[in-house]
């Protein structure tokens, strides 16, 4: 009876952290759908806009994220429906704890401003913006 108990514990225990996890990574999917939809109607390719590095440090995730949406906002002018959307959604709680990867809670403190990145064209923008999401993604299936 005890064993019993103590296995149901555990499951109740251990189920609203599997639930945070599959809550992310399925707004993570949302996020991806949304990005893909933004680039195939996006004309400004060839603009050339401030973007955060591939390579980026674990704890410099959220400040790029923060630096793709803003950057979605002004430089491409997010008015269309696709692309308020896709803003929102990278400004969304669970997008952002799905991409906050620091572990020792100095996330923002040696990362580099948006403003600081070199800048690329539109095109590298978004595809960066993917290649960070996918690895938020990534990170979450293997917990």
Known sequence: MKLVLFCLFAVCCCSPASTTRTSERRKLEEVL???N???ESLQHNEQMVNTPPENIEDCCCLSALQCFRVTLQFQFNATE????KLSKS???PLTMRGLDFCN???SAS???TCDSHP???GK??????ESLIQRARTKLSMN
């Open 33 to 35: 759908k949304q990005l």
């Open 37 to 39: 939809g933004v680039k």
């Open 81 to 84: 429906r696709k692309q308020m």
């Open 90 to 92: 990278l400004q969304h």
């Open 104 to 106: 020792d809670g100095n």
């Open 110 to 112: 040696s990362c580099q």
């Open 119 to 121: 800048k690329q064209k």
């Open 124 to 129: 590298e923008f978004f595809n960066r913006l």
